[in-house]
């Protein structure tokens, strides 16, 4: 076969390829065309490096910019006003020797209080889009790989018994404890041996088939559409203590339903790939051809609706900080800032305007650098043979 | 059929397979009929030796071969392999039959995992079955990859850099790597323009003689299949109509199906002018279709009784068998 | 042959702005459709016979194509030089042309009645009773049974054989004089490529129209035209009659082509290939553009662009080497 084989082989000089290009390289290369999500990545990137040199500058417990120094003597000072040396302490006089941002009707430096809420943003952003985004992949990955797989009575008695036990760990007594736990080993053990035998009477039952994961999971995602998210995290928020970390899990909580979505679209398709089917084929286990092969192909749109998803946690987070739901008073975050700046709307505009700018600019760069990244990373709209 | 099963060069045997897909509707997903995908078929398949599977779209050829991969749970029936029965195996108990049997796909842009190198794509197989230190895995690719007639420095690529001839050759490595002994071909040519489909079609002979494949081989183009095959089966409807060594099937074909498809290929030669009138009607879906026999809608000969009762493969001669008692005079 | 053809294509050139660079996916095409006549433009994917069809009619965006030169005379009327108004003119009315996939080239939302309407009144100002007569009598020439109910159905009640003759019944609504048909049959299964090239064939010997086929099927060629020109890498190889082409082909690449069809080879021997693979159209060989997969392969393809020669009546070939074989050979 080989002599013959010879014949077809291509020289090489055939497959004569492009150079080379990693996936980094041609990513870049896309994306210095298309110069509305180039500029959204700056200002992206600069924003990152505000919130955390703002970050560093204003924690601890001497900070260099200290956020919440009151000096009621220099209230509503309009931007880059020189500080009146007379009326302050030593430890009182701004870093800077001037007010960059002005102060707000307590005399705190709004320019210091800007950076500690670019941190606060940030953190949110990232924090609750990463907790939906692991949600929307888990869920969505389930509907779309395992959909059409069955779920049987004895596995929701099981998911209800360990709901049980779980959330009444320390209510019960040892001997409940007991009974509840061995009656789900019973089960899970049932279900392990039932795949293939058919079984009469009750044990029947316990074997019949409700409905599909797929079907749960849809419905899921459904049912959580059907809230009024922001009013949603509002009532989870005022129900528990007005932390930073609330409000970051309340709102990934809140807003896996998209990302889910997209990850079930794709997987649906992805399945019916050939070389999906090949992998099957060859005996490549379950686990390897979802996150070897699906997820790398799946993340795309995730990875598009994610960072469009940071600019609507930024947004969510300021506005709920703007009703006076969010992070704590003390704490700067430029929903409060905007919200404690209207006022003075008319003696003191800029602190209205100036987080209510940042605001604008960093969910505009978002979007569009998400807008930008659905554009490169879309096959349909590159031309590749 | 009859002298392959004396013989003990069985490697594939397929009895009765029957495929059908439910369709639901409305909001309580009732099922309000099936489609016939598969009704029935029975297959023998010597080592060494290619059948051919034609048919028009719709007929089940593409099932059949997802059926015998075990990649689509059949409804009913057997499938032997190597005399041993894989019908009812679980995915864990299937994994070691798994690299006896490959398949190669149409769609050259589909097949290949777009976010991978073609080395690790075919490293998957050979991962599957164990191959292995690293070093190992590498060394074979380059092998695979040279079998194919691709350069060994294709390896670190990814698929889209390759044209639609070469993705095809990186597919047939891939289905190589676990040392296949029956492979699927699903239209691995259709999907190319000519002068490469005759480069592919030449290797897929010459692998075929140096490592001694079985291949089922499925297409719509004829004359690719008369060229390829030694047995050819014609479906329709997830029946098989007609089945025998392509000499015969092609040139003393009898099942009336047979003939319209046959004489409707095009021919490239401009003597060949048409003088017939061309097979009415369409492809019917092969939703909740009627009894008797399938092809009873279009068919020229039909009569009464083919719209009722089963009708069976009848033998002609030796492994001639054809689905219609109008032409054996019954 | 008409002394004046219906359509002379001369020397077209589009060109595509891609990131590598200007590819020359036509390089100065000429072809010539006479009145009646059946033409096939064949050739393999990236060839550009698709995109030479679409720019008769104006029908390439452009940007990214720009039609760098030519011409494209219809009827004495140089159809690049036209407005879009007047173009809309042409098309559909005195051109039309039936894709390949029926699946997508009718519209799912309107029933298929309303779709062949909206091309007679585009064009001529006829009433509601005349135009629904009209389209009853072109969906019955086109083969499909019980018109009057069949034109409320919407695409997706069709199968795809009928589809692609509501496509060719909404081409033939205003009787042009030309139709080109991209790979008309392509996604269609054997016996219904067979009816509707049957169907292509009665109704031009009724209507007497011509027809410029595209297609990649040297099978179908064989069977239905009447002139074949053949394309490689935006440029045309050969043209002739069907028989010149079948019977001697002079192009080593049309002889490639032909010999590596199945069907001309006994069981158990290799088939002829063409070695290698069609260049890309940004990164053309110099010289002739087959030259790096050509078996006859002189000193010269490599370096000069080879000319059109007369090889015999009206059957020409782009490859002086071959020229100057036969020449000898007939000496």
């Not at chain 1, 990934?252 to 790939?273: C, D, P, Y």
């Amino acid at each position: 076969m080989q002599d013959s084989g010879s014949e077809h082989t291509l020289s090489t000089e055939a497959l004569d390829l492009p150079a080379r290009q990693t996936r980094l390289q041609e990513f870049w290369a896309q994306l210095r065309k298309n110069r509305l999500a180039l500029i959204g990545l700056v200002i992206f990137v600069l924003f990152f490096i505000v919130a955390v040199t703002g970050m560093v500058l204003t924690t601890g417990t001497s900070p260099q910019l200290d956020s919440s120094l009151v000096r009621l003597q220099e209230k509503l000072r309009p931007p880059l006003s020189r500080p009146n040396l007379k009326s302050l302490q030593a430890d009182e006089v701004p870093v800077l020797g001037i007010y960059l941002l002005g102060t707000d009707e307590l005399g705190r430096d709004v320019f210091a209080r800007m950076l500690q809420g670019a941190w606060v943003s940030l953190t949110v952003g990232f924090v609750a889009v990463g907790i939906a985004v692991l949600i929307g992949i888990i869920l969505g990955g389930l509907s779309g790989y395992y959909g059409h797989s069955p779920v049987r009575v004895a596995q929701v008695f099981i998911a209800v018994l360990v709901v049980l036990v779980v959330t009444n760990w320390s209510r019960l007594s040892f001997k409940t404890l007991a009974v509840l736990i061995s009656i789900t080993v019973a089960l899970a053990v049932f279900l392990l041996f039932s795949r293939k035998k058919e079984f009469g009477g009750p044990l029947f039952l316990l074997n019949t088939q409700l409905f599909s994961v797929d079907m749960l999971i849809t419905g899921l995602i459904d049912i959580m559409l059907c809230f009024p998210s922001f009013f949603l995290i509002l009532t989870v928020v005022a129900l528990l203590p007005a932390s930073i970390y609330n409000i970051m899990i309340v709102i990934g909580l809140t807003s896996w339903m998209g990302a889910a979505r997209f990850v079930r679209a794709e997987f649906l398709s992805l399945r019916e790939q050939d070389f999906v089917t090949a992998a099957r084929a060859l005996g490549v286990s379950d686990w390897r051809i979802i996150f070897r092969h699906m997820v790398p192909n799946a993340i795309a749109p995730v990875l598009v609706s994610a960072t469009i998803g940071i600019a609507g946690a930024i947004l969510t987070e300021a506005g709920l900080s703007f009703l006076g739901f969010g992070v704590p008073p003390p704490h700067a975050t430029w929903g409060n800032i905007l919200s404690d700046g209207k006022n003075y709307l008319f003696d003191a505009p800029w602190l209205t305007i100036i987080p209510g700018v940042a605001i604008l600019v960093v969910v505009l760069s978002f979007n569009l650098f998400g807008e930008g990244l659905r554009d490169i990373l879309n096959p349909k709209l590159r031309e590749r043979h | 059929m009859k002298e392959d099963s004396s013989g003990n060069n069985v490697i594939l045997k397929v009895q009765g397979l029957k495929k059908y897909f439910p369709v639901r509707r409305g909001v309580l997903q009732r099922v309000i009929g099936w489609i016939m995908a598969v009704d029935g078929v029975d297959l023998e398949l010597s080592g060494g030796k290619t059948l051919g599977l034609v048919g028009e779209s719709g007929c089940g050829k593409s099932t059949l071969a997802r059926l015998i991969l075990k990649l689509v749970e059949p409804d009913a029936g057997n499938i032997f392999f190597r005399g041993e029965e894989i019908t009812g195996l679980s995915r864990v108990e299937m994994k070691p039959y798994r690299r006896f049997m490959q398949i190669i796909f149409q769609d050259p842009f589909g097949s290949l995992n777009p976010r991978m190198t073609v080395g690790q794509s075919i490293e998957e197989g050979l991962r599957a079955v164990g191959v292995g230190s690293l070093e190992q895995r590498r060394r074979r690719v380059v092998e695979l990859l040279e079998m194919v007639g691709i350069p060994a420095l294709a390896a670190q690529r990814y698929p889209h850099e390759f044209s639609g001839g070469q993705r095809q050759r990186i597919g047939i490595a891939r289905a190589l790597s676990v040392d296949p002994e029956l492979i699927i071909c699903d239209e691995p040519v259709s999907a190319l323009d000519v002068s490469i489909q005759a480069q592919i079609l030449n290797l897929l002979r010459s692998l075929q003689e140096g490592l001694g494949l079985t291949y089922i081989f499925i297409a719509h183009d004829l004359h690719v299949v008369e060229y390829v095959s030694d047995n050819v089966a014609i479906m329709y409807l997830g029946h098989i109509m007609e089945y025998g060594p392509a000499e015969v099937v092609y040139s003393q074909h009898l099942h009336p199906y047979s003939s319209a498809l046959l004489e409707a290929a095009p021919v490239p030669d401009p003597s060949a002018k048409r003088s017939w009138t061309p097979l009415a009607g369409d492809v019917p879906s092969p939703f909740n279709p009627p009894p008797g026999c399938k092809f009873q809608n279009r068919c020229p000969l039909v009569e009464d009784r083919c719209r009722k009762g089963e009708i069976t493969l009848y033998e002609v001669n030796g492994a001639h068998r054809v689905r219609c008692w109008k032409v054996l005079g019954r | 042959m008409t002394p004046d053809p219906l359509l002379i294509v001369k020397d077209l050139k589009v060109y595509f702005d891609t990131d590598q660079g200007m590819a020359k996916a036509v390089d100065g095409v000429s072809f010539r459709v006479g009145q009646g006549e059946t033409v096939c433009l064949v050739g393999e994917s990236g060839c550009g016979k698709t995109v030479s069809a679409l720019s008769i009619l104006g029908l390439l965006p452009q940007p990214p194509a720009q039609i760098a030169g030519g011409k494209v005379f219809f009827k004495g009327r140089d159809l690049l030089e036209l407005e879009q108004k007047d173009l809309r003119e042409v098309r559909g009315r005195e051109i039309s042309m039936v894709f390949q996939e029926p699946m997508t080239s009718l519209n799912p939302v309107f029933t298929i009645g309303h779709q062949i309407e909206e091309v007679i009144t585009t064009h001529e100002g006829v009433d509601q009773i005349e135009s629904r007569q009209r389209i009853i009598r072109l969906l019955n020439d086109v083969g499909i049974a019980s018109p009057e109910e069949r034109m409320q159905d919407y695409p997706h009640n069709l199968s795809g054989g009928q589809r692609q003759r509501v496509m060719i019944a909404m081409a033939l609504a205003c009787s042009p004089e030309l139709i080109i048909a991209d790979e008309p049959t392509t996604a269609l299964d054997v016996t219904i490529q067979a009816q509707i090239l049957n169907l292509f064939k009665e109704l031009q010997e009724d209507r007497g129209m011509a027809i410029l086929q595209i297609t990649h099927d040297l099978s179908v060629v064989a069977g239905v035209a009447d002139r074949i020109y053949v394309m490689y890498a935006g440029i045309m190889v050969e043209e002739g009659s069907v028989w010149q082409i079948f019977r001697e082909p002079c192009h080593p690449y049309t002889m490639g082509l032909l010999e590596s069809l199945p069907g001309r080879r006994a069981k158990g021997q290799d088939l002829a290939t063409i070695p290698g693979a069609v260049p890309d159209p940004a990164n053309k060989p110099p010289g002739c553009p087959f030259h790096p997969r050509c078996r006859y392969v002189q000193e010269s393809c490599r370096v000069q662009f080879p000319e059109m020669c007369d090889f015999s009546d009206r059957h020409l070939a782009r490859c002086p080497i071959m020229y100057a074989k036969r020449k000898v050979q007939s000496a």
